[in-house]
């Protein structure tokens, strides 16, 4: 029997789908699986901030004053020397621990208000310039008065008479020894905020009773530090700013 032109192209077609389907269903591609990306891919490495430094400036210790020019020759004998100044009197014992102008307790720490005074040999200007100091907020430890001047000692231990004018209230430390660290928490293992260089000047803003720590503040930095790393406080002083 002859199969009619039109029913063979359908067989034709039937076997061609039956047949080729399988094959082209294995070749077409599934869904691609996406790789998992490592854990850190995404995450930025910072590198840790270097602790800031700070460092002194400015000069820290008592200079010499400038010497006088030398006057002209005289024309006339000289007048004779006059007699050196008096010694300012002595503290009564029982009067040592007060001061006999202010009534405050002796000793005690005060700052230079400005970045020139002089520390004079004698209370009064009739007492030769010894030094000049030129740091604003050194810190000086009043240990006599005498009317309106004070025998005030510096961090080196030199010793002199300044005018109260030339003073303020206000404490102040100085870093002396070592690098300090300047500490975010009044602990040893607490986070570092700076590291203050022998001879920073700063400010102290308390220091509680019997404490060995003390809040301050240099520059912009403000911390903790440890009594024995500055100069400025009695042992076991209270102080609040």
Same mark, same amino acid.
Not at 90 to 110: C, F, I, M, V, W
Not at 135 to 164: A, C, M, N, S, Y
């Given at each position: 029997?002859?199969?009619?032109?039109?029913?063979?192209?359908?067989?034709?077609?039937? *076997?061609?789908?039956?047949? *080729?389907?399988?094959?082209? /269903?294995?070749?077409?591609? #599934?869904?691609? $699986?996406?790789? +998992?990306?490592?854990? !850190?891919?995404?995450?930025? &490495?910072?590198?840790?901030?270097?602790?800031?430094?700070?460092?002194?400036? #400015?000069?820290?210790?008592?200079?010499?004053?400038?010497? $006088? /020019?030398?006057?002209?020759?005289?024309?006339?004998?000289?007048?004779?020397?006059?007699? +050196?100044?008096?010694?300012?009197?002595?503290?009564?014992? &029982?009067?040592?621990?007060?001061?006999? !102008?202010?009534?405050?307790?002796?000793?005690?720490?005060?700052?230079?208000?400005?970045?020139?005074?002089? %520390? @004079?040999? #004698? +209370?009064?200007?009739?007492?030769?310039?010894?030094?000049?100091?030129? @740091? @604003?907020?050194?810190?000086?430890?009043?240990?006599?008065?005498?009317?309106?001047?004070? %025998?005030?000692?510096?961090?080196?231990?030199?010793?002199?008479?300044?005018? $109260?004018?030339?003073?303020? #209230?206000?404490?102040?430390?100085?870093? &002396?020894?070592?690098?300090?660290? %300047?500490?975010?928490? =009044?602990?040893? =293992?607490?986070?570092?905020?700076?590291?203050?260089?022998?001879?920073?000047?700063?400010?102290? @803003?308390? *220091?509680?009773?019997?404490?060995?720590? *003390?809040?301050?503040? /240099?520059?912009?930095?403000?911390?903790?530090?440890?009594?024995?790393?500055?100069?400025?406080?009695?042992?076991?002083?209270?102080?609040?700013?």
């Amino acid at each position: 029997m002859t199969i009619p032109v039109s029913a063979s192209w359908l067989a034709l077609l039937l *076997c061609g789908v039956l047949l *080729c389907a399988p094959d082209a /269903a294995a070749q077409t591609p #599934g869904p691609v $699986q996406a790789q +998992p990306k490592p854990a !850190n891919e995404h995450k930025a &490495t910072h590198p840790a901030k270097p602790t800031p430094v700070v460092k002194p400036h #400015g000069t820290t210790h008592a200079q010499k004053p400038a010497k $006088q /020019a030398p006057a002209a020759p005289a024309t006339t004998p000289p007048a004779p020397a006059p007699p +050196p100044p008096p010694e300012p009197p002595k503290q009564a014992e &029982t009067d040592t621990a007060k001061g006999s !102008n202010t009534g405050l307790p002796l000793p005690r720490y005060a700052a230079l208000r400005s970045d020139e005074v002089n %520390l @004079r040999a #004698g +209370p009064g200007t009739r007492y030769p310039i010894q030094w000049v100091y030129k @740091r @604003r907020e050194l810190p000086v430890e009043i240990q006599r008065e005498f009317e309106v001047w004070r %025998l005030v000692q510096d961090p080196d231990g030199t010793k002199g008479w300044v005018h $109260q004018a030339t003073l303020t #209230g206000r404490r102040s430390f100085i870093v &002396t020894g070592a690098d300090a660290t %300047l500490r975010r928490d =009044a602990r040893d =293992a607490a986070a570092a905020v700076a590291v203050l260089k022998p001879g920073v000047i700063g400010h102290i @803003r308390s *220091c509680p009773a019997a404490s060995d720590w *003390c809040q301050v503040q /240099a520059g912009d930095y403000r911390g903790y530090l440890k009594r024995s790393q500055f100069w400025g406080t009695l042992p076991g002083e209270v102080v609040t700013n």
